[in-house]
């Protein structure tokens, strides 16, 4: 029910990003949605990808500090309203969302959003018991 994101830090200075995706890339590990949050000396890029093993793994190797972290992936409507829903049932739960990010596919009817809330496993019982479509790993790995 919960998928593996990848966390890297990167510090703030010219090819870095460059440097992570290339290693990726040459790894053939295709990155599914990404964000990217930084300070003045450095930043955390967040990544799904289709194999966070493997990802974790080469990034690693080739001398990035990395970390796994569980998240939730649900789908929402693409439409005005339809991320609000979701954080209206997480709310309505007092389950606290710490961080969250989205991406579309043509695979899928609807956008899908990452989210790392305080209690994951509560939010997708809840959200499912709902009707929320909690979006399992191999569905996010394999698009």
């Known amino acids: 029910m919960l998928i593996n994101q990848i966390s890297v830090f990167i510090e703030n200075r010219p090819g870095r990003l460059y440097a ?13 949605a990404l ?6 000396n450095f930043g955390i890029l967040r990544l799904i990808v289709n194999d ?24 929402v409507e693409d439409k005005p309203g339809g991320l609000h829903s979701i954080l209206e049932k997480l ?20 956008a899908f959003v990452i989210l790392r809330v305080e209690d994951n496993e509560k939010a997708a019982r ?6 929320v479509k909690i979006i399992e790993d191999d569905e996010i790995y394999s698009l």
């Open 20 to 32: 992570i995706t290339k290693t990726l890339s040459e790894n053939d590990i295709d990155i599914r």
């Open 35 to 40: 964000s990217l949050a930084d300070t003045t």
């Open 52 to 75: 966070p093993v493997k990802a974790d793994k080469v990034l690693r190797e080739n001398g990035f500090t990395v970390s796994t972290t569980k998240v939730l992936a649900v789908q």
């Open 91 to 110: 709310y309505e739960q007092s389950i606290g969302v710490e961080y969250a990010y989205a991406f579309i596919t043509r695979k899928a009817d609807g």
């Open 126 to 131: 809840y959200l499912k018991s709902c009707g």
